[in-house]
């Protein structure tokens, strides 16, 4: 099991930023698809932005351009949150996995404990 641990969550007003990260310790990042996903009270888990060992990236349909998912040579994989809305608020998760580079849950294997998202209006 690969340790993955995010941080960057915090309260913002509606229309600010935040970044995200995800690191491990113990894997190198690039060699796999990593994932950001998030989780509102009451509702399913849902595939924010998704980063290939190739550089190929997918975003939820409903980012619209506002997020940006990029990984440096830190062994870091960054979330990068513009414009952010009420409706943004959720528990953010980091994921590993090591198949089809997707935004569903079922393509990851290894998950963070997250880091909490609050956008207030």
């Known amino acids: 099991q690969v340790r993955l641990v995010e941080s960057g969550g915090g309260s913002v007003q509606a229309g600010g930023s935040l970044e995200l990260s995800c690191v491990s310790s113990?894997?190198?990042?690039?060699?796999?698809?990593v994932g950001w996903f998030r989780q509102a009270p009451g509702k399913e888990r849902e595939g924010v932005a998704v980063?290939?060992?190739?550089?190929?990236i997918r975003y939820g349909a409903f980012v619209k351009g506002r997020f940006t998912i990029s990984k440096d040579n830190t062994n870091n994989v960054y979330l990068q949150m513009n414009s952010l809305k009420p409706e943004d608020t959720a528990m953010y998760y980091c994921?590993?996995?090591?198949?089809?580079?997707?935004?569903?849950?079922?393509?990851?294997?290894?998950w963070g404990q997250g880091t909490q998202v609050t956008v207030s209006s």
């Open positions: 994921a590993l996995g090591w198949g089809f580079c997707g935004l569903s849950t079922d393509d990851y294997r290894n």
């Open positions: 113990e894997y190198d990042l690039s060699a796999a698809c």
């Open positions: 980063i290939s060992p190739g550089r190929i």
